[in-house]
């Protein structure tokens, strides 16, 4: 136990595979899979022997928790391609980790390594040709659990199913993306789950997000609840502002996730003497720095996203465009990380993790 091991893995292979049907170059975000899945059901108490099978629906009892309380976590990784056709994770123990943290938050079991990341990358090894080489290009992991037990009294289930589906992708914004700061709703309040990768902290988001859409917002900038002056994070990603030549990103709390590219961008901005401040950052303060020209650059920072330059921001109903920059630090972070990531340059910090 604990070595990854995959000897216990229950193999089903699909007779056909859809590769062929799929367009690569124009793939959404999030809506193509893979022909394989991975199933580990826990109950009695103990998890039972994980299964790869062909990607298909399966049934739940109508009353299962994860439908009425929403219990239910996720994480979201990626496999990058070199050139010599090896794939890679990327610090895929902080995800595990991660997991196994949202997962006690929410009453739920932990899930051992040998499943979440050994399970993983027998998956990805099987489906090795939907991962595709060069930059841009990846493999989207979502590792989830729910709470498959029946009973809709208020309680946690006592049967769990841990499932990895995969998904080529791309990137997850098309276009330019605006945000606006948050006013009135919140993402997440001090003791609540907003730490957590809780299927409930996205799906509370898609109601103010709509408005901001409707408005022509990609994303809305959240601040905390209590009072509103302290900017934490965007809804799929954490959050980093560039004033004058410092970087400026809130401290992880129990409102803010704990982001792996966040993590990853301030380890690596230290290494290139980018100077980063990991403190509240006041709405206030961005104003004030939009108005005297001090702001240069916001960006979001996350795996799906990447790391994803906003141009702007909308607070008080005023909208506040941001420089067109030469010299961006978001793009230059960007490529140092991508490049560790698809191993075009050395990875000094030993993220990257063959499969
Ligand atoms: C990710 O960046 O992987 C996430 O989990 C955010 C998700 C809402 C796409």
Redesign the pocket.
Known sequence: MGDNSTSDIIINKSATSHIGAVDFENLSFGNTFTDHMLVCDFRNGAWEKPVIKPYEPFLIDPSAKVFHYGQAI???MKAYKDTNDDVWLFRPEENFDRFNKSAERLAMPSVPEEVFIGGMKKLIEIEKEWVKKGLGNSLYIRPFMIAIGSGVIAAPSTQYRFMIILSPARS?YSGEVKVIIAEHYSRAANGGIGAA?AAGN?SAQFYPTKLANEMGYQQIIWTDDATHTKLEEAG??NVFFRINDTLYTAPVSERILDGVTRKSIIELAARENIKVEVRPVLVSELIEAADNGSLKEIFGA????VINPIVGFSYQDKYHELPKLENSMALELKEKLTNIQYKVAEDTFGWTVKI
């Open positions: 996720f994480e979201g997850y990768k996205y799929t990603m996350g795996t799906a996203a």
